[in-house]
């Protein structure tokens, strides 16, 4: 079994060990310092190929490239309401930059299930697995065919 | 400038109530807000000032089987969210009131009739710079006796609908396009709304739910507009035996709110155990246009 970025497995056993009230709160504090894109990287309109696919909330994904080879990841939700959304993207974000991309590229997308919990509808899944799998298909064309410094698989 | 609900012609505009009702009925004792989202961190975030949250998933579903709770389970809901069999519910939530529409049905399997939605949901209340709390009230538990759970009404169970299928009543697909054609089935990944087999129960009618939403602010259409769509482009009839469906039910009592209540359509059924158990039963009959083509490319 692959195991997951350590920072990421860390993150998952702290929101598995907390009861529901309590992990919903942490999700809405760590929306609620959601980064966004900074401007360096993309500015709006932001590119159609950057938005997840399914993601009612329309978030969009970015991958900066690193010389030792690894990516920091990048997120913009454009609804304010997107609260999962951007509690996912800070997660990610801070989890899985710097890490090697044959990890990321690994990660299973039904991960967003120890984030958010088994309840979660098949609707609003799709968006949040869909952040997971851009993020996933990053790391996989690093290890296929790096990108530039300066390029943001755009 | 929207029509007043009062304006746009409804049947039964009375289970219809506007963010500015809601407003004046804050403090109202014999009221209870209630606010039933998809996404689980909404209510959690912000809600409409001494609202209840009713969980879809929690709150709503047998804890072990695919049924919702029954009448113990529906009274301690009840109670702990304050209401008395007296009291009114206002329901809203988000993606334009799809899951408070949700609970309004179970909420009338228990024939709780003192039940309203607000319309256009919590997108309306936002946009429009309302207040918000994050502040969770506590309401003393609510006296409330429920009668048995009652489906023959509302529900729709599979062997009715294989019943439906003979006589070629209306069914209403309420899914989107590709679910419909049998283009999109279900993440792979996802472990609770799959299907085995794609497209759509034979002869249903495809009309998405959200037909009924004006996009601009989530509220829903006027009559007129409604019959449009339901009456005259897809022959639907207000005295039809209707069976409404999606993938597990809760976009189907969208529509099965907009017929029975905005539209006065006299038998409308929802089928939740919907796609998920019908794409899965054992030879019953599916429509899939989207395999009959590739049938046909490869003849």
């Known amino acids: ?22 992990r919903i709160q942490m999700l809405i504090d760590v929306a609620g310092r959601f980064p966004s894109v900074p401007p360096r990287i993309a500015q709006r309109p932001y ?8 993601c009612e909330s329309e978030a969009y994904v970015w991958a900066e490239p690193k010389p030792d080879g690894t990516l920091t990841y990048y997120f913009a939700v454009e609804n304010p309401q997107g609260i999962s959304a951007m509690a996912l ?13 044959e990890k990321v590229a690994a990660i299973p997308a039904d991960v967003v299930f120890r984030i958010f919990g088994r309840e979660l509808s098949m609707g609003k899944s799709l968006g949040l697995m869909g952040m997971v799998n851009m993020v996933r298909a990053a790391a996989r064309q690093q290890l296929q065919a790096p990108l530039e410094e300066t390029n943001y698989g755009e | 400038m929207s029509k007043s609900i009062e304006e746009r012609g409804y049947s039964d505009a009375d289970v219809l109530v506007s963010a500015d009702w809601v407003q004046e009925h804050l403090k109202d004792p014999g009221v209870r807000i209630a606010e039933s ?6 209510y959690s975030s912000n809600h409409i ?56 049905w179970v909420l009338q399997l228990f024939g709780h009739v003192r039940a309203k939605v607000m319309d256009g949901g919590r997108g309306k209340w936002i946009d429009e710079k309302r207040t918000l709390t994050r502040e969770v009230p506590k309401y003393q538990p609510g006296q409330y006796q429920a009668p048995e759970r009652d489906d023959a009404r509302f529900r729709a169970f599979r062997d009715q609908v294989l019943q439906h299928l003979e006589p070629k009543l209306p069914l209403v697909d309420v899914r989107s396009p590709e679910e419909y054609r049998g283009e999109r089935l279900h993440m792979p990944e996802y472990p609770n709304e799959g299907a085995l087999r794609g497209g759509h129960i034979p002869g249903a009618l495809s009309i998405p739910w959200g ?4 996009q601009e602010d989530g509220t829903f ?6 019959r449009k769509i339901y009456v005259e482009e897809n022959k639907l009839r207000p005295s039809d035996d209707v069976i409404a469906y999606c993938r597990i039910g809760e976009r189907s009592s969208h529509t099965w709110f907009v017929l029975t209540y905005l539209l006065g359509f006299n038998k409308v059924r929802n089928y939740d155990g919907s796609w998920t158990e019908w794409g899965n039963l054992v030879q019953v009959p599916i429509e899939n246009p989207s395999a009959e083509r590739r049938d046909a490319a490869v003849a």
């Open chain 1, 1 to 22: 079994m692959q195991l997951l970025p350590e920072r990421l497995e860390t993150w998952l056993a702290t929101m598995e060990s907390l009861d529901r009230p309590d």
């Open chain 1, 47 to 54: 590119p159609a190929e950057r938005r997840v696919p399914g």
């Open chain 1, 89 to 101: 993207a800070a997660i990610l974000g801070n989890t899985l930059s710097g890490v090697p991309p």
């Open chain 2, 37 to 42: 989202n998809e996404d689980p961190l909404l």
């Open chain 2, 49 to 104: 000032p001494g609202a209840v949250e009713i969980d879809w998933t929690r709150d709503l579903n047998d804890p072990v089987r695919r049924d919702y709770l029954d009448r113990r389970g529906f009274e301690n809901l009840m109670r702990r969210i304050g209401v008395s069999r007296d009291m009114t519910i206002v329901l809203y939530g988000d993606k334009n009131n799809w899951w408070a529409t949700y609970a309004f």
């Open chain 2, 211 to 214: 037909r009924a939403i004006n």
């Open chain 2, 221 to 226: 259409k006027d009559a007129a507009e409604l």
